[in-house]
């Protein structure tokens, strides 16, 4: 230590050296976020799992153990089957036809030029809109009387749809508000991704003559699926957690057509005040959601090329 950095710490006393070293230790420094995550993520958690074991009313505070009664009872729910086939065909809709779209959309923008500029700030616009307005608009536009799409249709001569107020027409309805709205951050992040591929790469295919087909799938597919292994992991999640769009288009009808499961376990607890079976489904919730992650990090992972 020099002298003056000594006389500094002498000048200044036993309190400042102790809080210039506390400020300097890293876990000092991120114990606050630890604390906050811990209380807002961890302990909810586990609170979820300990009374998905009980049948509980929080207004008078009662509480019955059940054991495993509410996990039963979801087994043999045929609304909780629904609700979970429901949840599977959204996310397997989200995930390949929306990253097969915004694949498509991020190499057809992925262009230096103002045209193209202006067309991925507007299409960005979806992401900062709250999904609640969304649902509106959409809500609007597929009025089955003076809804646009449908005029659209008769227009071509085509049959129209009840779109979010059929039974069978409703998934599809909410699929394609989800795919839209996720649809233009999704392609910015393609376009990332792109550009981070070195153009050298590029270079040394075309003195191969390589095909733009062959070059497409040999190498930007490959280079790009760190990008892909990101977005394949959080829509995954997205799709369990899905809730606005249900609740504001069909509230999970029409006869339990769009339940998706994030707004099943809202439905069970606030709805019927079955916190219980609300925790239970949250738990399984929890454990589909953690499986298919390590499912999709243990598989794609290995396919995964980084630069």
Known sequence: MRMNERYELRKHGKVYTFFNKLLKNPYFLIAPAVI????????????????????????????????????????????FRKVFSNTIIYMIAILFVGLFLKILFGVFLNKRSVAHNIVQTVSFTPHIIASVSIAVIFMWLMDPNNGIFNMGLKALGLPTSYWYKGRDSALFSIIIVSIWSGLGAGALRIIAGL??????????????????????????????????????????????????????MTNGGPDNATNLIAFYIYQQGLGFNQYGRAMAAAVMLLLISGALAVINFSVLDKRVHYQ
């Open 195 to 248: 550009r981070s591929i070195p153009e050298y790469i590029y270079e040394a295919a075309k003195l191969d003559k390589s095909s733009p087909t062959k070059t497409f799938f040999r190498i930007t597919i490959p280079l790009l699926s760190p990008t892909l292994l990101y977005m394949v992991v959080t829509t995954t999640a997205g799709a369990f957690t899905s809730f606005d769009t249900v609740k504001m």
């Open 36 to 79: 906050f995550d811990i209380w807002l993520t961890i302990f909810p958690m586990c609170f979820a799992v300990y009374m998905s074991f009980f049948k509980w009313d929080p207004i008078s505070g009662r509480k019955k153990y059940l054991g495993l009664g509410n996990f039963r009872y979801l087994f043999q729910s045929e609304d």
